[in-house]
């Protein structure tokens, strides 16, 4: 996805580290490939065999567990919408995953692959955001949700 002036927009780790409050192990999102502010976000996760998570799931076959798929596609909605409102997390307020509908998985992630975390706005309305999110490795569909997020006080 670009957006209609073939401009592309990016996020290092450095900036992405500003728009999420997650830090080791918990932070699932390397880099940031492409965004359009309030539309879309095209984000990447380099499935590394290093991962805490690969120790016990599972050790002779190791997969990267669904639920930390569908926590990274959310890290990815958070960093949209912290961008798209001009805001960052602070001590004071987060957005926090609040729903998932919908969710598929299609097949498995193994150490090595690239996860392409792809979330699209479908709406926000008071302060909570309904996102469509899909993950991908080598171009095929391994996760594909509708996700929710909602920005709290603390």
Known sequence: MSNEHNEVNTMDIHEVLQHLPHRYPFLLVDKV?????????TAIKNVSYNEPFFQGHFPHRPVMPGVLILEALAQATGILAFKTTGTQPTEKSLYYFVGIDNARFKQPVYPGDQLVLSVKVLRTVRGVWKFEAEATVDGKLVTAAELMCAERNV
Do not use: A, H
């Open 33 to 41: 490939i492409d965004y359009k502010l309030g539309e879309y976000l």
